[in-house]
């Protein structure tokens, strides 16, 4: 395995590949190897693919007090860039990370040429999140939750949450497996991503008026059924304040439009990188 200092957080990486640079942002309940079915085969052949573990997701534990906030999930993924030595990457991230590639976009325009941000979280939304979520995130009551209440049933739980982001398309065989979703089942992952997803709303609140001063070209692609973000409220709208962007909406398609339309991806990203 291989670590960066990020931020002064110790921060798991991965590369693949050799080019022009790409830099990938996992989103709430995954890990570095969410991307590794698809979009590294994909782009690996022509470029330089970096993605990380955000703090306290997958292999990166570092997890100090604010990792919950844009301003320092965007501070490490700064840091995983600058460590890297890429140069205006095209920025790939889906769902929550689309959050922090926004933010990473609004305070540091100098570290990316370009976004494809896949079914992203943007905008407040109306209610909260899952009830398990603000007890993973409980100071008084998580260790508890995490590490013994929650831990017969996070693995099976983990997996349901992944197979209903597919929904209504189902998971292609194997792909779970070769994601290693289980990473995300551990007590230290449901702690951060709880602290992360409790936050989120406030956190997308407080920078979204801020989004037409990204002026880098930025592809959207979302799916019509998608049940975990709202396409509408996110996707479409973002579209709409953007001044340089194109988005497609694909019909039937849930939560992983790039796992059900990779074709479409590639159209979009060849598309960022021919306008960065």
């Known amino acids: 395995m291989k670590f960066v200092q990020a931020a002064g957080l110790n921060t798991h990486i991965q590369t693949w590949g050799a080019g022009d640079p790409v830099f990938l942002i996992h989103g709430a309940s995954s890990h570095i190897g969410t991307w590794e079915p698809t979009i590294v085969p994909m782009l690996k052949d022509r470029y330089f693919v970096a993605a990380y573990d955000r703090p306290g997701m997958g292999y990166s534990t570092d997890r100090p007090q604010g990792s919950d906030t844009l301003a320092l999930q965007s501070k490490v993924a700064a840091g995983v860039i600058e460590q890297l030595g890429l140069v205006k990457p095209v920025v790939v991230a889906h769902s929550w990370g689309g959050g922090v590639a926004l933010r990473l976009a609004l305070d540091r325009p100098d570290l990316v040429g370009g976004l494809v941000l896949i079914a992203p979280v943007a905008y407040e939304w109306p209610g909260g999140v899952d009830w398990y979520n603000y007890w993973s995130a409980n ?3 998580g260790w508890l939750f995490n590490n013994v209440i929650a831990q ?5 739980s983990v997996r349901s949450g992944m197979e209903g982001a ?3 398309s189902i998971p292609p065989e194997g792909w779970l497996e070769a994601a290693r979703v289980s990473l995300a ?3 230290e992952s449901l702690r951060a991503n709880g602290e992360d997803l409790v936050a989120a709303k406030r956190e997308v609140t407080a920078q979204q008026a801020r989004y037409p001063e990204i002026k880098v070209p930025v592809a959207i692609l979302t ?7 709202s396409p509408t409220i996110h996707s479409m709208h973002l579209a709409q304040v953007l001044p340089n962007a194109r988005i497609e909406v694909l019909r039937g398609v849930g939560h992983l439009p790039h796992e059900a339309s990779p074709e479409s991806f590639r159209k979009l990203f060849d598309w ?3 306008a960065k």
């Open 139 to 141: 100071p008084l009551s």
């Open 152 to 156: 017969p049933f996070a693995g099976a």
């Open 166 to 168: 597919f929904a209504p």
């Open 185 to 187: 089942a551990r007590p």
């Open 223 to 229: 799916g019509d059924s998608d049940r975990v973000v």
């Open 272 to 274: 960022v990188e021919s």
